[in-house]
């Protein structure tokens, strides 16, 4: 039997009674009975405050909306932004509480905000002398392979904090785990792990249902994919927001598809075959514009790697549509948002090889995942 942290919170009753409990948490903070992980904290210890990530406690803002601080409706609790001006808590809030519980569902890309908003919460607590609590989930695109890029610390940013991999292989407990020691944040924390886990398996293998943790990975396989095609966030390609197969699909008005997936065909590109498709977004790049499109229809989940595809559709793209363009970056002063994505500026370089680039980034996986293997726990 299969079992996320939350549901194996009663074995730490003794760390949780009497103590005053901040939450970090999101739609997929749920037990196997849909139970939420706030309702359970609510009824059975002390929970006095929330604390909301990117898209909102209750899930219900787009990418990159502001959240504001508010008052949660159902259980009159306060909820603190950790997503906006600032993704520290402050101390002032900090000083209300004595343990942080942190259970939000990861995707396994190095992409994802709610890491990142975890090891925050960890270096706030550490100088507050607050405990961390984790519940552990699995990872749902499995947990025993790296893929990508090994994360260049001048590229560091809130979609890519650390020099972990694309395709991370980490749980969110592990992740909290390896970063703890390896930053030296040296925090209090603790893992409610998972039990009757196999690292192998993707989420809809298992007898849990996939709650998506954001509003455009509505899928397992939008998650597959999105290791590889959020690459096109950092460009003027559509990675199909607004549509119903973000990152399921990538486009523009300008894109010539058929010469695209013809290029990509002289590849052995296994467990995936690409569709010319149109789709019009009904928001963000590209909205109500007929885009022509690239399809990514998964075949084989073990054998399909999404990063080497994104890499050299990218990179062709590239220097075939003149109408191409990486955007410029998010705030005055700072790096075009692909070198934050991709960690590394390699890709807007003239001599740039995809080649020769994912060639020279195997040695650095084979590293990464020596390294990340000491703090499994499954």
């Given amino acids: 039997m299969l079992n996320c942290g939350i549901d194996n919170i009663k074995s730490y009753d003794s760390l949780l009674k009497g103590a005053k409990i901040g939450l970090i948490t999101n739609p997929t903070g749920l037990d196997k009975n849909f139970k939420s992980t706030i309702d359970i904290l609510?009824?059975?210890?002390?929970?006095?405050?929330?604390?909301?990530?990117?898209?909102?406690?209750?899930g219900d803002l787009q990418a990159g909306d502001h959240v504001e601080t508010y008052t949660d409706s159902i259980t009159g609790l306060?909820?603190?932004s950790l997503y906006g001006s600032?993704?520290?808590?402050?101390?002032?809030?900090?000083?209300?509480?004595?343990?942080?519980?942190?259970?939000?569902?990861?995707?396994?890309?190095?992409?994802?905000t709610y890491m990142y908003t975890l090891s925050y919460a960890m270096e706030d607590c550490k100088k507050a002398g607050k405990r961390v609590v984790v519940?552990?989930?699995?990872n749902p695109i499995s947990a025993n392979r790296v893929e990508g890029t090994v994360l260049d610390r001048n590229f560091s940013s809130f979609v890519g904090r650390f020099p972990i991999a694309t395709r991370h292989s980490l749980t969110i407990g592990e992740f909290a785990g390896y970063i703890n020691e390896t930053e030296q944040i040296n925090c209090d924390l603790t893992v409610v792990k998972c039990s009757g886990y196999d690292r192998?398996?993707?989420l809809d293998e298992t007898e849990l249902f996939y709650v998506p943790p954001s509003p455009n990975l509505p899928t397992i396989n939008s998650c597959i994919c999105f290791t590889g095609t959020c690459l096109f966030e950092g460009t003027n390609l559509s990675e199909g927001r607004g549509t119903t197969k973000p990152f399921e699909v990538i486009g523009a008005p300008y894109l010539n598809a058929k010469a695209v997936i013809s290029a990509?065909?002289?590849?052995?590109?296994?467990?995936?075959l690409l569709r010319e498709t149109y789709f019009t977004p009904s928001f963000s790049k590209h909205q109500g514009?007929?885009?022509?499109?690239?399809a990514l229809h998964i075949t084989n989940r073990d054998k399909f790697e999404p990063f080497k595809l994104a890499v050299r559709m990218l990179d062709t793209i590239r220097k075939t549509h003149p109408e191409f363009e990486f955007i410029k970056p998010l705030k005055e002063g700072g790096k075009p948002f692909i070198d934050l994505l991709l960690g590394t500026d390699e890709i807007r370089r003239d001599d740039f090889d995809a080649e020769k680039f994912m060639i020279a980034n195997e040695a650095k996986l084979k590293q990464y995942q020596k390294e990340i293997s000491k703090f499994y726990l499954y």
Wanted: glycine share 6%; with cysteine.
């Fill in 86 to 112: 600032s993704p520290h808590i402050k101390s002032e809030i900090l000083d209300t509480i004595d343990i942080i519980v942190f259970d939000i569902q990861d995707v396994g890309a190095r992409f994802y």
């Fill in 135 to 138: 519940l552990d989930r699995i």
């Fill in 78 to 80: 306060p909820v603190y």
């Fill in 289 to 294: 514009k007929v885009c022509c499109g690239i």
């Fill in 264 to 272: 990509m065909n002289e590849f052995s590109h296994e467990g995936v």
């Fill in 200 to 202: 192998s398996v993707y």
């Fill in 42 to 58: 609510n009824e059975n210890y002390n929970l006095v405050c929330m604390f909301s990530p990117e898209h909102g406690v209750r």
